[in-house]
């Protein structure tokens, strides 16, 4: 199993720490020549959804990652990766993939309490330790969505069909659950082909 890491900006090389611990293969997307090899997955990191967003246009990434994930592709988005994914913001014109039906709130925690720690109940997980940072929550989800995750009250755990979108970082704690799990999905992903 091979799982693809957006390189462009933010938080990849954490990601990918997880996955080699957890003894999974993966690679960095950084540029179209990337995706020519195969892979059963791909990690959305955190970082600044706006400059991913340009990025991925520029770099000529978007359409064909845009694609991937319409067909079926499992994605993890974590963060500016669940920006990323998200239909709807609404705090924010733009809409990236927009594969999720949700909409999210950018910097949703305001300046104040932009990062915080805390531990938290994740749907068919189970208690993960969630380092926020300056994240975005969910304040809507649309048909077929399931909520995974809340933290007083507010969404911060989705997933729909092959996609996740949390707006916390597992890839900064020590805790390898989520990448665990995101591996069980796109293990079946593979195999159902
Ligand atoms: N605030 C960032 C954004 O809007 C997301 C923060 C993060 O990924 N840690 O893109």
């Not at 709130?105 to 915080?116: D, H, I, K």
């Not at 997980?125 to 909520?147: D, L, S």
């Amino acid at each position: 199993m091979r799982i693809a890491v957006l390189a462009v900006q933010g938080a990849f090389a954490e990601h990918e720490n997880m996955l080699s611990l957890l003894g999974a293969d993966c690679f960095e997307i950084r540029k179209k020549k990337d995706l020519e090899q195969d892979f059963d997955g791909l990690i959305l990191p955190g970082g600044e959804s706006t400059v991913m967003g340009k990025l991925l246009q520029e770099l000529d990434l978007f359409h064909p990652l845009h694609e991937k994930i319409k067909q079926g592709l499992p994605v993890l988005g974590t963060c500016a990766g669940l920006i990323l994914l998200a239909e709807n913001l609404s705090n924010d014109e733009n809409v990236y993939f927009g594969t999720l039906p949700v909409t999210v709130r950018r910097n949703a925690y305001g300046r104040q309490l932009s990062s915080f720690y805390t531990e938290g109940e994740v749907t068919g997980i189970g208690t993960v330790p969630m380092a926020f940072i300056r994240a975005p929550f969910v304040e809507r989800t649309g048909e077929g969505t399931e909520i995974v995750a809340r933290v007083d009250g507010n969404i911060v755990g989705v997933k729909y069909q092959n996609q996740i979108g949390i707006s916390f970082h597992p890839e900064v704690t020590a805790c390898t659950k989520i990448h665990e799990y995101f591996l069980g999905i796109c293990r079946s992903f593979k195999e159902n082909i």
